[in-house]
């Protein structure tokens, strides 16, 4: 049974560019939630995807946009990237959003992504 | 302003030894309380949750004490080894809402 996959591991890009990460959730689970982690920081949480909309969103500007597919996989777009957008990228998955069941997250490896 | 605050930033202890990490929060409504485990080039991983409900809850060498009034938890891994060295994260939530986390403990423990 996999677990949470994420791609790509790493990323370079130069400020201004567009970035898009991708998230297939653990076998079963409905609910995509997605987080950025500063080095040496906490994961802050960005939004939450549930039926192929955003249920919940966090502290974080529009550049940042996310879809999921029937599928239940995922994916992150952020625009106009800046210096400070430097981070690793984490895909949770989780079960019955709605239903109390998306506090069990499970994390994948995450993206690290470098903007130069 | 940050809803969860946790301590110390780092924490060195030898084999054998109990490791204790502290956490308090500030919204009364959160009624989840779980700690994630990371290690370097992974994601975090769920160790241990409680609700409020309870005072202490135990997993192994790992337990988890709730204090409600003082809106204070903590976490005691007891017989601490080489292979808990990691980042422990302290996190809360509402019903249904976005887990929120502290900033981090690194934990190492000394051989």
């Known amino acids: 049974d996999a677990g949470v996959t994420q791609s790509p591991t790493h990323l370079i890009k130069t400020r201004g560019q567009q970035v898009t990460l991708r998230c297939s959730p653990k076998?079963?689970?409905?609910?995509v939630s997605w987080y950025q982690q500063a080095l040496g920081q906490g994961p802050q949480f960005i939004f939450q995807?549930?039926?192929?909309?955003?249920?919940q969103r966090g502290n974080f500007p529009d550049r940042f946009s996310g879809h999921q597919f029937p599928n239940y996989s995922s994916e992150l777009n952020v625009n106009a990237l800046l210096l400070g957008d430097s981070a690793l990228y984490l895909c949770?998955?989780?079960?019955?959003?709605?239903?109390?069941?998306?506090?069990?997250?499970?994390f994948g490896s995450g993206t690290q992504l470098s903007v130069l | 302003q940050q809803q969860v605050k946790q301590s110390p930033q780092s924490l060195i202890v030898q084999k054998g030894g109990i490791s204790i990490i502290n956490c308090a929060y500030e919204?009364?409504?959160?009624?989840?309380f779980p700690w994630y485990q990371q290690f370097p080039g992974k994601g975090p991983a769920l160790l241990i949750a409680?609700?409020?409900?309870?005072s202490e809850k135990k997993e192994g060498r790992f337990t988890i004490s709730f204090n409600k009034s003082a809106k204070q938890f903590s976490l005691h891994i007891m017989d601490s080894q080489p292979g808990d060295s990691a980042t422990y994260f302290c996190?809360?939530?509402?019903?249904?809402?976005?887990?929120?986390f502290g900033k981090g403990t690194r934990l190492h423990i000394l051989p």
């Open positions: 949770a998955s989780s079960l019955e959003a709605g239903q109390g069941g998306s506090e069990k997250l499970f």
């Open positions: 076998s079963g689970h409905d609910t």
């Open positions: 995807y549930y039926e192929e909309e955003e249920r």
């Open positions: 919204n009364t409504a959160f009624d989840y």
């Open positions: 409680i609700r409020p409900d309870v």
């Open positions: 996190a809360a939530s509402r019903w249904d809402d976005k887990i929120i």
